[in-house]
């Protein structure tokens, strides 16, 4: 346990006790990144979230795997800017639940998400403010993209990575 606190200290300086006393508590900061946090459970995540995450503006929880309800942020975060779930077991339904509690989001990076499927109908209904999205590496197919296109159109463009998506290729 003492490594994960070590972990979150040196990741995101936002941290003044350890979780085995129950969770640590946020300074008022904007930003989580526990990206490179090992052992970080659902459990874990959540009782972070319940101190401090209605402050956030940016999550950043690249590479979790552990993590099997990545759908808690919708829960405790609602005021999110930024959301980077790459590498992470997020699906359909929880990426609805985040979206749908975030309207205000502009950058999100879902790269190497591999259990997201025909996903990108759900980022359009609930991403009007999207400039940037990472969908590298993901089973996003040509009429995905196309949506996408025709959802932020030229006046209103975002940033859209696709990097060695298979079913572009």
Known sequence: MKKIVTTLILATTIFTTTL??????????????????ENLTTEGLEKILK??????????LNGQTDLLKVGIIGTYCKNLKALYLASTSINNVDLKYILKNNPNLVEISLAECFNLINFCSIIIEHCGNLKELNISHTSVTPEGIRSLNSAYPLYKPVKLITVGCISLQ
Not at 51 to 60: E, M, Q, R
């Open 20 to 37: 085995q006393g129950g969770c640590a508590c946020f300074c008022n900061r904007k930003t989580l990144d526990l990206s490179e946090t």
């Open 51 to 60: 101190k401090g995450g209605s402050k956030l503006k940016t999550i950043n």
